[in-house]
């Protein structure tokens, strides 16, 4: 993992709020695209995705 000097995505700083919200999203969208940090509900979407937005 890269160390930036923004902490806003720090873990620690969030609200519980913001870590409930955070949570949510995982739990709904579970697949992440490595390359744009987009979430998909589903594996097959993420598939999908790669391969319109990132197949060159
Ligand atoms: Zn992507």
């Given at each position: 993992?890269?160390?930036?000097?923004?902490?806003?995505?720090?873990p620690i700083?969030?609200?519980?709020?913001?870590?409930?919200?955070?949570?949510?999203?995982?739990?709904?969208?579970?697949?992440?695209?490595?390359?744009?940090?987009?979430?998909?509900?589903?594996?097959?979407?993420?598939?999908?995705?790669k391969t319109?937005?990132?197949?060159?």
């Amino acid at each position: 993992m890269i160390k930036t000097a923004d902490t806003k995505t720090d873990p620690i700083t969030e609200t519980p709020e913001e870590r409930r919200k955070r949570f949510l999203l995982e739990f709904e969208k579970p697949f992440k695209c490595e390359k744009c940090n987009e979430r998909f509900k589903k594996k097959k979407y993420l598939r999908e995705h790669k391969t319109q937005v990132h197949s060159y």
